[in-house]
T-cell receptor, first 114, second 113 residues
């Protein structure tokens, strides 16, 4: 029973397309995150939602838009995809807004823009 | 904000030897320090953590030490095995009011059989 699940696992698309990545957690956590991992393995936070409220909105292109329909789901929409968007995107969740127990990460979505 | 530095970026050890990864942090308010292991094609997984009220924590072959005064913490893996090969990340946060973890840049560990 997967705790944090992301779909799709792989996404290959052409420049200019619009795509979405979905994330769901069944841990009862109330905070969810999107991270981008580049080819050098750096983990860069993009967004965070707490109970459907946006609490972290890092400097990312406004082509990226998160949506949280409820506290168990956090989706990432990307418009007008560019080559530089190619990366692995991780969803994560945490138990409370206080972070005393760490994140649980999903298995990642490898996005390749051609 | 917090700045976490991690060294080395790559580490190769012979099977059975020990491996040590070191991190430093800048914000003295940070009080929770988890370590994550990322295997190829998978998401990072929490393997051990330490809070600022203790100096050392062990879990079988892995241990973490924390020096609050010097603002550094380390991961120690003893009797390394090939399945320990992965990328390891340290992280830091203030667990009561912080809203994100600050990650190190990762260490790629290779255990040579």
């Amino acid at each position: 029973d997967t705790a944090v699940s992301q779909t799709p696992k792989y996404l290959v698309t052409q420049m200019g397309n619009d795509k979405s990545i979905k994330c769901e957690q069944n841990l009862g956590h109330d905070t969810m995150y999107w991270y981008k991992q580049d080819s050098k393995k750096f983990l860069k936070i993009m967004f965070s939602y707490n109970n459907k409220e946006l609490i972290i909105n890092e400097t990312v292109p406004n082509r990226f838009s998160p949506k949280s329909p409820d506290k168990a789901h956090l989706n990432l929409h990307i418009n007008s995809l560019e080559l530089g968007d190619s990366a692995v995107y991780f969803c994560a969740s945490s138990q409370t807004r206080g972070l005393g127990y760490g994140y649980t990460f999903g298995s990642g979505t490898r996005l390749t823009v051609v | 904000g917090e700045n976490v530095e991690q060294h080395p970026s790559t580490l190769s050890v012979q099977e059975g030897d020990s491996a040590v990864i070191k991190c430093t942090y800048s914000d003295s308010a940070s009080n929770y320090f988890p370590w994550y292991k990322q295997e190829l094609g998978k998401g990072p997984q929490l393997i051990i953590d330490i809070r600022s009220n203790v100096g050392e924590k062990k879990d079988q072959r892995i241990a973490v030490t924390l020096n609050k005064t010097a603002k550094h913490f380390s991961l120690h893996i003893t009797e390394t095995q090939p399945e320990d090969s992965a990328v390891y990340f340290c992280a830091a946060t203030e667990s009561n009011t912080g809203n994100q973890f600050y990650f190190g840049t990762g260490t790629s560990l290779t255990v040579i059989p």
